[in-house]
């Protein structure tokens, strides 16, 4: 028995403590010091340490929650420490993970060791599930599944339902609800813990489940599998196949993942960073995520001379028409990512009841004009009232109205576009729509200017 | 008892139905075909009609129901609908809903009516639960949580804690976990249904509860809460106060707002939106929410000018100059952009382990110089081959180098500073950025250009 449990925090200082241990090969230290923390804060530790190290600590804690550690890890330092290790260990710590995340990390896993960690599971209802699971696209709600749940046939009673969670108790972390299939495992409904407590032990599952019960199947978009547990207020949702065969259940925290991955993948989109990349990353990768959009942004720049050049004339005869291309251009900019951003949302937001695409463009038709005269007057009065010149502050004026409407539309349709393509429509929202709007807002703004300009 | 239940679908031939029956005051059609229907479906219906015709809809439905439906209205509508309700009939509604969503709602209300509902509430412990959560801040761990919990005393057995769990049966949905408490309500820890269930009658809960348990203070940042519930996969998690007393506890639902909420703000902060605004919302309130960026925008294009203006003779020496001053702005604007992302998404996810400012500074710089220099030696090549002119080609080179290093500086250290000051740092990642990015990339480029042509 442990004397007085040293209180654990996450410090450098425990780090070095960590380090030192694990040097002096101390594994009482480790041991003690680590016992009923929260594996979540092991992980950030060992995902600051080097493999070897990592794996020390990981040798000296159980399985169990070695599992749970691994899978908290970040994806980059599991990767080079699951490299190290064996396929008889990794299978050990496959065996004690709930099925949904042991498929992700052998998905990680090389083509070669993932056959060899599987042909190691010694618990063939484990190997099974993982086969499984294994053939769903990892995007989908086949893909999110685990196999871990609790199921009554509906002509159960509640003592042989206890009897069944009695069983599964080891392998079913959280039971949220019991699922209710008929003989043929078809999903019937549900039955939730608080009401077979309550219940008498004899009374039949048919006459207490609730046959009102929402559920997803296998192929469902992991997005849409989000929306529906969002909208719900889901904890888990239970899956079926195309059959109406009850065969897993997705629970809240992988939504929870779901919904961070989009939002970091639509900041990356808005961006302009390509792959995923971290700002503490190498310099070589964060470059690498970052050259493409630079590269398009410079090819569009370019374009952009190209473009002033063919109006190199006006500029010549009245070199004051070069300053407000910056202020032409940042507008367009603005009002491009505005407009695909309030697109983007409303996507994300879907309802039954959505408006009708020409509905949407002629509302953003509307802002775009009643947005795009108030920055006219505006931009006239300083252009007059600096250069006492009506024609340039005409020019400009003129300009910004035909900008912002030509943005509002590009900002508008270019994501529904991309979205009627499969694409995420975030893409819109990022360097791709700047660099078009800069290019045709210096068009425009020349091409007026020659019309106009003596 | 209902023959045959008529096939729910969200559709617009389900809305004309519905208001039909409305119109015709046909409460058979409501009531039958919206029978065990979930109340978000009926909500989103509701979304799309007048407030008296969702009147008539909710006073068909029983007060149940019609507090779910209510809650899942969207905000713009709820409130509409809640200013023709009486203080007594939203009273009715109220007590039926968890605390947290209550006090969410009475919050929405004007002050004085919010005093009414609370007098008309007949339950004085709900009317308790809504005052003593309405003393906290919104945005706070305190005013997230709900008084609706299943709390067990550490010495009671396990018939005590289900007698406990029959008495709550109609206020607490969803059980999760019994939280456990010692004589003085001061948390210590807390023992699931499961093991509940799986536990003899007269077993005391001091020796199945575990005593590992996170929780969170009342005065935490709701964005903390969402952290430590992520990190550790929580499904709710209890709240103490000060004294270390149980006071509510937060649910994951909850914190699926907060994540989708800080989504939605960040995306408003890149793309230049003020305020909460929507795609479908009024023209005048989308171009509200718009125009102050664009305005920002047109001051700093104004500034931009300027600036051009300021080197007016080099302009006039070399009308091709003029040509990359969109190229030069637009990369800085995306470095800028791409440098605040990777901060604030670092922001986002902080660990105990952060680097250092100098560090990230220091690898910032070193990225800066790699991509800058990439960026330089095409630019370079671009000009050099269109315009067979090497000192404009150098002047654009050594001003994108220059460019990309200042934007990266301040790409990031303003989410850094905005952070340290308390303010969202997305806000670094948008317009903000751009129009400083832009301003100063002209200066660079136009200074360089001055020094180095003849």
Redesign the interface.
Known sequence: MSLERVPFE???EY?DLVLRAVEQRDAGFIRDTME?V?P?DIS?LL??VETDEARYVLDVLNNEVGAEVIEELEEDTRKEFLEELEPQEIAQYIVEMESDDAVDIINDLPVKTREEVIAAIDDPESAAHIQELMRYDEDCAGGLMAKEMIVANINWTVIQT?DE??RQ?ENVE??YSVYVVDDKNKLQGKVS??K???SRDNTRILDIYD??I?HVETYMDEEEVADIM????L?AVPVVNLQGKLVGRIT??D??DV??E???E???L????SGD????DS?WA??KA??P???I??V???L???A??FF?GS??RN??L??????????G???G??S???????LA?R???E?SISK?IG?MF??AI??GV??AI??FL?VFLWKDDQTLGTVVAVSLVCVVMLASFMGTATPLALDKLGINPALA?G?FI??TN?ILG?IVYLAIANLLLP
Chains 1, 2 share one sequence.
């Not at 990349?277 to 503490?280: G, I, M, Q």
């Open positions: 996450l410090s450098k780090l009923g929260n979540a950030a995902d600051e206890i969670i009695r108790v959280k039971i813990v608080k077979i407590i309550l046959s009102d929402i969002r909208k719900y207020d904890d809240i925290d939504i929870v919904i961070t989009q939002a970091e639509e900041r990356a808005m961006s302009g960073i990349v971290e700002e503490d310099i964060i470059s970052r050259l959009w630079l590269l942004g410079l569009g720049g370019t952009g001379a190209w002033i050049g190199e500029l010549e070199a004051a070069a300053f407000f291309i910056p202020l032409v251009m940042a507008t900019g603005n009002v990512i505005q695909s951003t309030l697109v983007v949302q409303s937001n309802s039954a009841f408006d949407r509302r509307l802002v009643f947005t108030v920055l505006i931009s300083i929202s360097p700047t660099t800069d210096i």
